[in-house]
C-alpha cells in the first residue's frame, strides 16, 4: 500500500516547537521532491519547504530562520523541525510528493504534487 502518512501535530504556545513527521509507505523519500504545505481555515494551501532528491532546499520567507526540512532514509521518513512557532502556522500541514527528482518551482505550486498525506493539524497560541 502506497501512502504518507503524517504525524507530530499539536498544540502549543507562541514561541515553542514541534516536530512533524511523514512516514512514506511504497516510496522512497530520497528519489523525489518531497515537500511539507499548510492550509489555514479559509485560505489557500501554501508551500512551506520543499526537498529534492539531491538535498537542495526550498523554504517560504515566513519560515525562514525558524523551520528545517530534513529526511532519514533509513526509516524513509520526512520530517519538519519547526521552531519559534507563531499564532500564523496555525494551520492543516501536509505532506507530499512529485514524481520527480527534482523540485524546481514546485514550492509555490501545490497541484504539481502527485501524493498527500492526510495531514496533522498544529495550533499555536498567543
Known amino acids: 500500500q502506497v501512502q504518507l502518512v503524517e504525524s507530530g501535530g499539536g498544540s502549543v504556545q507562541a514561541g515553542g516547537s514541534l516536530r512533524l513527521s511523514c512516514a512514506a509507505y511504497g516510496y522512497s523519500v530520497n528519489m523525489y521532491c518531497m515537500g511539507w504545505f499548510r492550509q489555514a481555515p479559509g485560505k489557500e494551501r501554501e508551500g512551506v519547504v520543499v526537498?529534492?532528491?539531491?538535498?537542495?532546499?526550498s523554504l517560504a520567507d515566513s519560515v525562514k530562520g525558524r523551520f528545517t526540512i530534513s529526511q532519514d532514509n533509513a526509516k524513509n521518513t520526512l520530517y519538519l523541525q519547526m521552531n519559534s512557532l507563531k499564532p500564523e502556522d496555525t494551520a492543516m500541514y501536509y505532506c507530499?510528493?512529485?514524481?520527480?527528482?527534482?523540485?524546481?518551482?514546485?514550492?509555490?505550486?501545490?497541484?504539481?504534487?502527485?501524493?498527500w498525506g492526510q495531514g496533522t493539524q498544529v495550533t499555536v497560541s498567543s
Open positions: 507530499a510528493l512529485a514524481f520527480s527528482s527534482i523540485c524546481q518551482e514546485r514550492l509555490r505550486y501545490p497541484d504539481d504534487f502527485d501524493r
Open positions: 526537498i529534492d532528491s539531491d538535498g537542495r532546499t
